[in-house]
């Protein structure tokens, strides 16, 4: 086996929590549309998609070898660029999951490996046209091709299965829509291993062969390809919960026929990417794919607002993870006791984002609850703000009847706060006098005996 240096040891043990990350991150993409039209209940949807990830990460190296052999110089590397890395990846991979966005784990590790590098050997030692031709183009293209072959194939299944709104045929083809979204979610899932998984056999291989424990050019090895396939099965089997509500349901409503064909679309682009090499986002893919099923469906919306924060993400995520790269790669080059001060850095950072998202509990309980609907605008928040107090009571008319119209008026406009409306309510009671008693009216009748009624005729 392999001889390892501590800090090879460090490097895999990072990597492999990258892994993990990189599981509960993207468990989304193959399971959020399942989930999200009712085809899988959320435990057995992340359980499938854990045990197809680990088969799938034994079916192919081609993007391990991607990362390990094409995009920077394996001379100018040492273990720390590698860590250092991984830093980057894993922070951002947090900070997304911790606010629900599905952004992107590759382009998270490209970014934090291109950052690193370029701080510890320079500019020269990333290889340009592999990043442009295998990460870059990809990255834009794919959620494209991805969104309008799920667009199209939305449209031709409503075209050939009806509308699915009523009708014996139509809940029949909406049942089958929900057996196929099942096989098609499974069939993500294998891909995701395939391309997600290899992502971090490669950086693995990599320190590997910077650290001088296997010969420059090799393959992943057996335990490498073990190792990374337990660990995102392991994160898919968590849930990232938070991003799966953003992808089921914060970004659009599916119907079974749209999860179908968003998830048919993205396993066929995913699938095609891995066997070309390409160290594709299946983020972007499946985002794509969800964004043209929702279009695909007549009267269907997309709610661009999400996709919107979604895509400034995409964006940030490469050069932020670069950043964060590169600045790790800084500390660590001071030393031993500049790496052990990153690591420490890592752990206090992951700890506090978690004890943050435990204020708010996203879990398989209330995926698909409350909390996908966009907030309320600036003209709803200022008329709320607003809103009359409800009226005082009267002397003499009930209360039902003053509080309903004022009742119906301020309900879509929001409540006024508690101390406002106590404060007038006191003013007002002080200033009118309590109505005086009166003698109770019964206003149904009695029913009088006719011999108490009319007084019996005199007797002559």
Known sequence: ?????????????????????????????????????????????????????????FLSVEVANTISKGLVDEAGIRPEVIFAALVGAILWNLLTWLVGLPSSSSHALMGGLIGATVASAGIGAVHGDVLVTKVMIPAVAAPIVAGLAALAATRLSYAIGGNGDGG????????????????????VSLAHGTNDAQKTMGIITLALIAGGAIAPGSNPPTWVILCAGLAIAAGTYIGGWRIIRTMGSGLTDLRPQQGFAAQTSSAAAILASSHLGFSLSTTHVVSGSVMGAGLGRKGGVVRWSTAGRMAIAWVLTLPAAALVGAGAEAVTGLGDWGTALVAVFLVASSAAIWKISRRQVVDHTNVTGAGSEEPAGVVTQAIAAVAPPPAAPVPGIPAQAVGAPAAAFAAPLG??????????????????????????????????PASAAVPPAATV
């Open 168 to 187: 014996a045929n139509g809940k029949a083809a909406e049942k089958g829509h929900r057996v196929g979204q099942i096989a098609s979610a499974g069939l």
């Open 1 to 57: 086996m392999e001889s390892f240096s501590l800090i090879l040891a460090i490097v895999v043990i990072t990597a492999l929590a990258f892994d993990f990350t990189n599981g509960f991150h993207d468990t989304a993409n193959a399971m959020a549309t399942t989930i999200s039209t009712g085809a899988l209940k959320p435990k057995v949807a992340v359980a499938m998609s854990a045990a197809l990830n680990l088969v799938g990460a």
């Open 415 to 448: 409540a006024v706060p508690a101390t406002a409306a106590g404060l007038l309510t006191e003013d007002l009671a002080a200033t009118i006098p309590a109505p005086a008693s009166a003698p109770r009216i019964d206003p149904t009748p009695s029913a009088t």
